[in-house]
C-alpha cells in the first residue's frame, strides 16, 4: 500500500513570497491520552522523544520534534516531513495504547513568521496581548487568529513564532498573514 | 464584553466562546415522565442576578467551562472546571 504524499496546499495557489513568512512542511500528530493513562504516555513520551509533554499555555521542543498543548491530555506533535505516517506510526508504537493517535498532516498546515515587527503583524488579527511581558518563548495557545482557528507557539525571542491552521483555511489564512505584513517588509 | 477566565487557558475575549445555559439543571430519572423532561430541556428560570452557567471555550480548547455571572451587571464571580462547585455570592 502506498498512500498518496500529502501536498501543500500552499502549492496550488499564488500567495506573494514575504520575507517573514515561510511555510514548514511537517508531519503533524495529535496525540490524546486515554483515560487514566497521561502519566504512562507522559513517560513513554519522555524515553522516546526526550521531550516531557508541556502543561496548558506552553510547547516542548527536543531536537526537531515540538509537542504542543492543546485541550487537556492532548497535544499535537510535529516534526519536518519525513516518509507519510512515519511520525504517526512511531507515536502508535511508544504510546502503546496509551494515547488516541490520529495524523493530522494532510489536514493541518504549519507556517513560521520572524522578525521584530512579528507581534504587530498578529496584532490586527489575534485577541491575545503578544507583548514580551505577557507571551514569550515556550508559551503556545490555542485562539482564532483572524477568524480561523490556529494553534500559535513562541519559538524564540526574534520574536519567531508558528502557527499551525486547518489546510482548508490555509489560502485565505495566508492570504491575511501576507497582507498584514505587507506594511513592515522593509523593516523586519 | 466579558474576560472569561478558562481555567485551562487563562483570560480569553467572550467571542471565543459559545454561551451554553444553564449549568445547574439535571437530567431527570429516565421514566420521570414528559412534564419533567419538557422542564429540563425547556424551561428556564432566567433569574436577574447571579447564574450558574455554561461557556464552551469552542475557540480555544473546547472544554466547557463552569461560570458565576450577574445577568443584570454581568460581574463574573468566578470560573471554573465543569465538575467544579462554585460559591454563589449572596446578592
Ligand atoms: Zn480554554
Known amino acids: ?188 | 464584553m466579558h474576560r472569561i477566565d478558562c481555567p485551562w487557558c487563562g483570560p480569553r475575549d467572550e467571542a471565543e466562546f459559545a454561551y451554553r445555559g444553564d449549568a445547574t439543571v439535571r437530567r431527570p430519572a429516565h421514566d420521570a415522565g414528559i412534564d419533567a423532561f419538557y422542564d429540563y430541556v425547556y424551561t428556564r428560570a432566567n433569574p436577574r442576578g447571579w447564574h450558574t452557567e455554561w461557556w464552551h471555550h469552542a475557540g480555544g480548547c473546547r472544554q466547557f467551562v463552569k461560570v458565576v455571572r450577574h445577568t443584570m451587571t454581568h460581574e463574573i464571580a468566578g470560573t471554573g472546571k465543569a465538575g467544579d462547585s462554585l460559591p454563589v455570592p449572596a446578592e
Open chain 1, 1 to 188: 500500500m502506498c498512500a498518496a504524499e500529502p501536498r501543500s496546499p500552499l502549492s496550488v495557489v499564488a500567495v506573494p513570497a514575504h520575507p517573514m513568512i515561510a511555510e514548514l512542511p511537517s508531519a503533524i500528530v495529535d496525540i490524546a491520552a486515554r483515560r487514566g493513562r497521561a502519566g504512562d504516555l507522559a513517560a513513554a513520551i519522555r524515553a522516546e522523544f526526550g521531550l516531557d509533554l508541556p502543561p496548558p499555555g506552553r510547547f516542548a521542543a527536543s531536537g526537531d520534534t515540538t509537542a504542543v498543548w492543546i485541550r487537556p491530555e492532548t497535544w499535537l506533535v510535529m516534526a519536518p516531513r519525513g516518509a507519510e505516517g512515519a511520525l504517526a506510526r512511531r507515536l502508535v508504537e511508544t504510546a502503546a495504547g496509551a494515547a488516541s493517535v490520529v495524523d493530522q498532516s494532510h489536514g493541518k498546515t504549519r507556517v513560521r513568521l520572524a522578525g521584530a515587527a512579528a507581534p504587530r503583524v498578529l496584532a490586527k488579527g489575534c485577541r491575545l496581548d503578544l507583548h514580551p511581558a505577557q507571551f514569550g518563548p515556550g508559551q503556545a495557545a490555542v485562539t482564532p487568529m483572524a477568524q480561523v482557528g490556529a494553534v500559535l507557539l513562541q519559538r524564540d525571542a526574534t520574536p519567531a513564532y508558528e502557527l499551525v491552521v486547518g489546510s482548508s483555511y490555509a489560502v485565505p489564512f495566508l492570504e491575511w498573514l501576507t497582507d498584514s505584513a505587507a506594511e513592515f517588509a522593509g523593516t523586519h
